[in-house]
């Protein structure tokens, strides 16, 4: 009895991090160090506010629950990084997601949904007035990289256009149509400045999210701002305690094997689908009698697909 042997892919086994690969200040792309920064109120409110630039500006806000159920039981529940809302009922979601995900922006959609259906006031008259909504996206990916899989191409009209500001707009004037809901979508990969050519302060909060475990020190540049005295400090991850570095490390190794997977995965498709699909309509319906090769790259296939979104 022949056994089906299990299509190969160019995956690279990394050795696993230990602390001695650990540097001066944690990964703020891991949800330990992102929730562990951007849990502190004073952070979160300087940040949210250089992201936003909301007329007035939040003075204040309350970190709420961040799971969400769904319209049943069985629906799943969206649970969010960080959720918080402001003094004056602004809701603001706050994301970071540091592994591709093909349909990372239908994610977002139906998280905010989920908040919108948990804040309607329903009973016998239902006020169908809804607080402003704000959806902001860290992501160490481009939406390319994402949609690749997919076969899906994405110009951009700037190569260096790392933030995309979205709302309902008229389609005619190109006016806002709807002011409560604003999603915020920040590519890391695509901000390529080196800190000497960092200008402004919403620079300087892009460039720390995406270099700070990278640093030894704090630049001299970015001493002039309290906020960052107390992110850089906190950052450290001398100040953790043992138990907090062996979940920051584990953490790390399990977030290594996931890019490297997603990514390989991506890889293997993007070629195998296109030599698949010849394959198809150069055999129609007798397909199956390519044999367990067309079998396994069908398995290979199916296996992204459930991990990381349909291909279609």
């Known amino acids: 009895m022949n056994k089906t042997k299990k299509a190969k892919t160019s995956r690279t086994r990394k050795k696993a991090l230990t602390t001695n690969d650990l540097g001066v200040y944690i990964n703020l792309l891991t949800d330990f160090g992102f929730k562990r ?5 004073e952070v979160m409110i300087t940040f949210i506010n250089t992201v936003l630039n909301i007329d007035g500006g939040i003075v204040d806000l309350r970190y709420d629950n961040p799971e969400k159920l769904g319209f049943s039981k069985d629906d799943r529940k969206a649970i969010y990084d960080l959720y918080c809302i402001t003094g004056k009922d602004e809701h603001i979601i706050v994301e970071i997601q540091s592994a591709p995900q093909v349909y990372f922006i239908d994610r977002t959609l139906v998280y905010v949904a989920r908040l919108i ?3 309607s006031e329903k009973g016998k008259d239902w006020n169908f007035k809804l607080p402003k909504i704000y959806s902001i996206n860290i992501l160490d990916f481009t ?3 994402a949609m690749k899989p997919l076969g899906i191409e994405i110009k951009r009209a700037d190569d260096n256009k790392y933030v995309s500001k979205v709302q309902l707009i008229d389609c005619d004037t190109k ?6 809901l604003t999603f915020v979508y920040i590519e890391l990969p695509c901000f390529t400045k080196e800190l000497k050519d960092v200008k402004t302060f919403f620079e300087q909060w892009i460039f720390i999210i995406k270099h700070l475990h990278e640093l030894d020190d704090m630049p001299e540049k970015l001493r002039k701002d309290e906020v960052f005295e107390k992110l850089f400090e906190i950052a450290k991850i001398a100040r953790m305690t043992k138990k907090e570095v062996n979940n920051y490390l584990k953490e790390l190794n399990n977030m290594n094997i996931v890019r490297n997977e997603i990514r390989t995965l991506q890889n293997f498709v993007s070629a195998e689908k296109e030599a698949h699909q010849k394959t198809r309509i150069e055999m129609g319906n007798t397909i199956a009698q390519q044999g367990n090769t067309i079998t396994q790259k069908d398995n290979i296939i199916a296996e992204y697909e459930r991990r990381y979104g349909v291909l279609k």
Request: charged residues 35%.
């Open 117 to 119: 259906n948990a804040q």
């Open 37 to 41: 920064i951007f849990g502190i109120k």
């Open 175 to 180: 006016e806002v149509f709807y002011e409560k």
């Open 143 to 145: 939406f390319e990289e």
